[in-house]
């Protein structure tokens, strides 16, 4: 019999402790380079001495506690320990500045906070002069000589186990209300402040079960699985699909170092599945198409003949269906000689199922991967919802599509073709600011999603734009930008495109060029260049990205087709501001930084 009644991620925790005991739980990169495992045993006695330190601080339930740290192991040792004792864990992005980062731990009534490296301790400091009532910061990493009020994280497990305190911390588990907050996380704001989305033990415990549910045979080898997490923690996605469900399961986890290194760890690790936004399958897409230009001719064509086959392969996929006869036969020889071989050099050769959210996948990405035989599953969610609200099923997958509402979810489409979503995945409001939470329920309780869709006969959704990225040409038109934006990145040369045309005449768009493709295209036809900047304002670099924009938007109405570009020469980051730390784009952000380039491709406005 189960130790703790299952109500919560902690209680999950703590049941898997008993059942997995010395198996590995999670691996992390060491100093030296080499994958180290954690087993469950290990990782619970981190999470108790640090529960333990937390008790001996006087931390009581409902007190907020902050964690501004990247992916690693110590991010679910903290985590854990917090919810355990039924304090409410207050994510920061490990890319927020000092700024942003102030105003969650002034927003949230943080008393403490959790750093990863000198380098976020420093920010932390740099405001806490502003933060009264924020009391020690503890830092991951070790430190040559920590400062006031800054304890390392081997001091407090120390503390933390020369103060046991087990009955307490068993009794603030079995105590945790299932529909009392869990955690807030702030949602990057667009105009203005973010808000803090208050989720509760039950949106989290529920939303791992729905997500569970979406195909449970899949979780009978769990043990045997492994998972490599990269996206941040921080966001809902990573934390219920890529942490919450593979613990509560005892689907081993692997950090990846940093997304920068993302091809290197999958081919140390070899995942069996993985969770992401579109932008991984993008790069990876569009880096092979970009080796293969630059192949022999016999190459080439041997790629392009198995491309067809993996085209051919899709009804059976998406289907879940065998190949039979001598398609079989056919698709078997080019999995044999060039996807395996493929899907091993990349570290995908064991990757059963790659799982996609926080953005619309385009369909020539997601049809990629599937027609060589990796599964990849489009979902739908937002930080409101816990996240996922909607999934394509691996027994029926349609490309495009998020898929069918997850159990015991309801959905349909409002005024004006919203998306609206009920169910235990949704939140608890938004913290501080009822006003807010008001307007984003309708009258009879249905979350408003921001999201226009469309649904099908068989319930699968379709997401045609954001209500709130809608551009309204001055002509009164409405067009959505992400559905441009995604037929244009089927070009092998358009690496990231924004569309521009609010209260304008007609629309044009910022293109950051894949520079790989372009570089091997120009060498092609002999156009030398000195420069990036030298190669984008080349006349013939011009007319090929003319025609690709032309050839990509062609089945557009006419108010819809680019009527003027411009090519930048770096590419869209975190760093740079143009994109979320789930690298989606910021429209306000790339709007404002591009404005004077913007005004010169409307010179009569």
């Known amino acids: 019999m189960a130790k703790f009644e299952e109500k919560s991620i902690p209680a999950v925790f703590q049941n898997n402790v008993e059942k997995f005991g010395d198996k590995a739980v999670v691996a992390y990169k060491n100093k030296d380079g080499v994958y180290t495992d954690i087993s469950w045993n ?3 006695e981190m999470v108790r001495n640090l529960g333990y330190f937390l008790l001996s601080r006087g931390v009581q339930p409902g007190e907020k506690v902050c964690l501004f740290s990247p992916n690693r192991y110590e991010w679910w040792v903290a985590d854990l320990a917090i919810l355990s004792i039924g304090a409410v864990n207050v994510p920061i992005y490990a890319t927020n500045s000092a700024e942003e980062s102030r105003y969650i731990i002034e927003n949230s009534d943080a008393k403490m906070c959790f750093v990863a490296t000198r380098e976020h301790m420093e920010k932390i400091l740099e405001v806490k002069p502003e933060l009264p009532i ?3 910061i503890i830092s991951f990493d070790d430190l040559d000589a920590p400062a006031g009020d ?4 081997k001091t407090a497990l120390k503390e933390g186990s020369e103060n046991p305190n087990p009955e307490e911390f068993d009794k603030r588990i079995n105590s945790i209300d299932r529909m009392e907050m869990a955690t807030i996380i702030y949602t990057s704001g667009t105009t203005g402040n973010p808000k803090g989305v208050m989720l509760s033990h039950n949106n989290f415990f529920a939303n791992v079960q729905q997500c569970y549910n979406v195909d ?3 979780f009978d080898r769990a043990p045997e699985m492994s998972f490599l997490s990269f996206l941040p923690l921080a966001h809902s996605f990573e934390r219920t699909v890529g942490y919450y469900l593979p613990m509560s399961y005892g689907v081993k986890v692997y950090f990846a170092e940093d997304f920068s290194k993302i091809l290197g760890n999958f081919q140390e690790v070899r995942p069996t599945c993985i969770v992401s936004v579109p932008r991984l399958y993008e790069k990876i897409h569009t880096g092979i198409v970009s080796k ?3 192949a022999p001719p016999v190459k080439k064509a041997l790629f392009n003949w198995a491309m067809g086959l993996a085209r051919a392969n899709l009804p059976y996929i998406c289907n879940d ?5 001598f398609f079989a036969f056919k698709y078997n020889l080019a999995n044999k000689i060039i996807f395996s071989k493929l899907k091993d050099a990349l570290g995908m050769d064991k990757l059963e199922f790659a799982f996609s959210g926080g953005g619309p996948l385009s369909v020539s990405d997601a049809e990629f991967f599937l027609g060589m035989g990796i599964k990849v599953i489009e979902g739908y969610g937002l930080t409101e919802t816990t996240p996922v609200t909607n999934t394509n099923k691996p027994s029926k997958i349609k490309p495009g599509h998020i898929g069918v509402a997850v159990k015991d979810t309801q959905v349909r489409i409002g005024d004006g073709g919203e998306l609206l979503v009920k169910g235990p995945q949704v939140m608890m409001g938004y913290y501080k600011n009822d006003e807010a939470t008001k307007e984003s329920f309708t009258e009879d309780g249905f979350f408003k999603t921001g999201d226009i869709a469309e649904m099908d006969e068989d319930g699968y959704v379709k997401i045609t734009g ?3 990225d809608l551009i309204i040409t001055s002509g009164g038109k409405n067009i959505s930008p992400q559905n441009i934006e995604n037929s244009l990145k089927a070009s092998a040369y358009i690496e990231q495109v924004a569309i521009i045309g609010d209260n304008r005449k007609y629309l044009s768009a910022l293109i950051v060029p894949s520079f790989a493709d372009l570089e091997s295209w120009a060498k092609e036809h002999d156009i030398s260049f000195g420069s990036r900047k030298e190669l984008i304002e080349n006349d013939a670099v011009k007319e090929l990205f003319a025609g690709e924009i032309e050839e990509n938007t062609k089945n557009y109405a006419r108010v819809e087709q680019i009527r003027k570009f411009t090519l930048l020469e770096n590419e869209w980051s975190q760093e ?12 306000r952000v790339v709007n404002q930084k591009y404005s004077d380039i913007i005004d010169k491709m409307y010179p009569n406005d």
Do not use: C, S
């Open 42 to 44: 290990e990782m619970n």
């Open 134 to 136: 924020l009391g020690e």
């Open 150 to 153: 800054v304890i390392e994280f």
């Open 216 to 218: 449970p045979p899949i």
């Open 292 to 294: 293969v230009a630059g």
């Open 321 to 325: 269906k065998k190949p039979a006869g």
């Open 466 to 468: 954001r209500i709130k």
């Open 576 to 587: 740079t501001d143009e994109l979320t730390p789930t690298l989606k784009l910021k429209r």
